[in-house]
């Protein structure tokens, strides 16, 4: 079938529904001569008529009242789609699949789920823990949350959280064995609880920063982790220092169940960000998500 069929079956149905070529002819938009001139052209593609004409009334053919009764249900179900199409758009609903680091999820996106999915109970999130980096667009993904300095230049990026440090720590029993270190050259006298992520292609090495100049450790210990959360455990333990995200830590330091060195060398970095390929035509559920996200100062 070719896709002019589409539209010239569709200007039949309207005919054989309003038994007028006037009325049809409003309904779709058109002049009465097109609409007639279409039919004709339909006809005689294939080869058969459809409808009868008289000067008061149009009637379908045996033909033409088959092909309606055929096609009549099959374009309800194809404009009950569009419609539903136009709710996804319009009212806040529908799934949206997001790629997430297991820090980011905790600290930012499933506080601003637990607001935003109880006032729209259509609205559907899959959200998918990963520590790699992800191409969003070949995994089908509606959008990711990474570090701003990890995001690409050719996404958008928006703000979801503020700027972040790292905190070196290490359980006061621990640090009772073991000299405090001053600076991050002393990490190698040191058990250090290790933490493999793909993102940086195996151990992650330390990044300090004092005074302008960056320092980059890579340390060693008996235990490595591929996610951050245990590593926190371990540290309570007093298995060694942990090198691990500020407020994962605070409560702990807090409760003097973790001691706090080297602060001097962390300095705050870019937060997290939500990013995305493109603003076209975003569902109302997406727009609903990114500003529950939008991190305000």
Known sequence: MRREDLGDLLSFLTVAEERSFTRAAARLGTSQ????????KLEERLGIRLLTRTTRSVATTEAGER?????NP?????????NALGDLRDKPGGTIRITSSEHAANAILLPALGKLLPKYPDIHVEVVIEFGLTDIVAERYDAGIRLGEQVDKDMIAVRIGPDLRMAAVAAPAYLTKSSRPKNPQDLTGHNCINVRLPTYGGLYAWEFEKDGRE??????GQIVFNSPGPAVAAAICGLGIAYLPEDMVKPHIAAKRLVRVLGDWCPPFA????????????????TLLVEALRHRV
Request: glycine letters at 4%; hydrophobic letters at 35%.
């Open 74 to 82: 099959k374009f309800g179900e194809i404009d009950s789609e569009l």
């Open 33 to 40: 001569s097109a609409l007639s001139h279409t039919i004709r």
């Open 271 to 286: 937060g997290y960000h939500l990013y995305y390929p493109s603003r076209r035509q975003p569902s109302a559920a997406f």
């Open 215 to 220: 320092l980059r450790a890579r340390v060693e």
């Open 67 to 71: 092909l309606f009764r055929e096609l």
